[in-house]
């Protein structure tokens, strides 16, 4: 029965600092000889250090995903032989020099499309290919 | 039909959550309690500046977040943890005994200290079972601590039975707010109620 009431007390600290009980988390602190706002600045700086990290992950999956998008497009242009999408591509592929750069296009895979696209600019070319759909 | 023990969320939805859960004020939560667990359940003294054996917590937490969101990351188990905050405890929870179980068996010498450690306040073998002997020497050292009448009072029902609020109101006759006061200056008590059971061998 002891135990039972030494882990009560240790089951509420624990699930007060959980939930957020700030007296419970700033007296724990104090009694055990930490500087509540050193703890303080460091969660601030961490926490913008995680923010950062967070979004530039978040920035490089949204960029992942825009890039599948419109190799899709031009993956769809190629295997039903639409003019429009599929010659903008080959003014991508003019511009560089590819080393697929004299194959036929319908032999181009979905990574080498992504190569091709990749460092140009995906959001403007996915408008220019909606314009040229309207 | 066999209920279904776990749903995972999309990376959609972890994004979202931890967009909504992440502050600094829930940053300071983790902080404190990781270095509660490694005090309660490792007996282990964090350093700020140095870490543990050279482990800083704010790595760790910023890892564990991170991988929630890594390919091939860590899943959240909605059944589980509906809470976001919750698998994020639980996670930080793992972690936290692996660190330590991993430093530990480093050394020779404290290889078996993990077991050692993880002899928890469960462990039937604490001699002294004597509940009303340990609540009377809570009450005292609550008092010693300048604990009024209504913190001693109100200190089986909030703690050991986690009675409701407005059940306690209700039953003792008085406001929730007035509760809810109650209950804050006796929570600024608790931590040290703690340390002072440790220090006379209850607990650990």
Known sequence: ?134 | MEEKTQILATKQEILQAIETVITPKFYKRLIAYSIYRLKNRFDIKYDTNRGFRGIMLEDLINDLIVSFISEKGRNWNKIKFPDFEKQIFSSLDSLIYNMVKKELEKTIKTKTSIEKYNVSVNDDSIENDDYEELLDICISHLKALGASDDEILLFEPILIEKTKRSVIAEEYGISVKEVTNIKKRLDRKIPALQNLLKSINYGK
């Open chain 1, 1 to 134: 029965m002891a135990n039972k009431l030494i882990n009560k007390i240790d089951e509420y600290i624990a699930n007060s600092i959980m939930e957020g009980n700030i007296e419970i988390i700033d007296t724990f602190l104090e009694e055990n000889n930490y500087n509540i706002s050193e703890i303080e600045k460091l969660s601030e700086k961490n926490y913008k250090k995680l923010s950062f990290k967070i979004k530039g992950i978040i920035n490089a999956q949204k960029d992942e995903i825009l890039l599948e998008k419109v190799a899709n497009i031009f993956q769809e242009a190629i295997n039903k032989n639409i003019e429009k999408p599929i010659s903008f591509l080959k003014n991508l592929l003019a511009n560089r020099d590819y080393a697929f750069h004299y194959r036929n296009l319908e032999n181009l895979s979905r990574n080498e499309i992504k190569e091709i696209i990749k460092d140009h600019n995906l959001l403007e070319i996915l408008e220019k290919l909606d314009e040229d759909e309207e």
